[in-house]
């Protein structure tokens, strides 16, 4: 579904992805691990167009994205839930939704907010919640929600875990797992908790200094228990 690469990323004179190639198959569910700097938020906004200048192939089902700006991408199934996750504070949840809904391009026929929360069960309760009133979590899982209103085929989720107590970070993780079989979403997700990215995807890639150092399933990982010293501890 999504082919990357081998894909090189810079801002400014700065060159920060190394040849990085990396592929999310249909309905797939793909880790990218690294620590910070290593360049994990660059390659998911690579995909969307949406801040580095990029040089190398990007295809999505097949078809090449080069030329194309993010709102086009966006229009072809690709959604990106940033790191930061913008929530606003001054309306509720439920306004969130319909707002990610409204910015929806032509082409798209976005989920109304009662599908997110038929999706989310959780986010039901808190619908009109005002956002300077949620949680970490809760903050999460509307951002989530968010990413999921215009219907993409591959959401791409920027360290979701990211600052969240560790049973909210197991919640997050099952929610989003469970919401990925039923829809059959592809899910590229970036992160530095192993847990979080074991317990909804398939396989993963580490990335260090903007080049990926390892490919592989999970069980490939644990056989290599070095990895996670050398790349991901602090
Ligand atoms: N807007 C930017 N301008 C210049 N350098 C940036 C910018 N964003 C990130 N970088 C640099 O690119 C590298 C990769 O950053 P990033 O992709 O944010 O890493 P990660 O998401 O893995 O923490 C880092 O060295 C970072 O300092
Ligand atoms: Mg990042």
Redesign the pocket.
Known sequence: MLEVGPLDAF??D?H?LHGVSLAVGAGEGVALL?R???????LLKALLDA?PRTVGPVRFEGRPLDGLPTHRRARLGLSLVPEDRRIFGHISVAENLELAAHACGPGVVPRKVAEVAALFPLLQPILDRGGARLSGGQQQMVAVGRGLVPRPKLLLLDEPAEGLAPLIVEDLAREIARVRRAENLALLV?EQNVDFARACTDRLYLIDSGTIVFSGDWAAFDARPELESEYLAL
């Open positions: 801002y400014g700065s920060v690294g910070n700097g290593a360049g994990k938020s660059t801040g970036t």
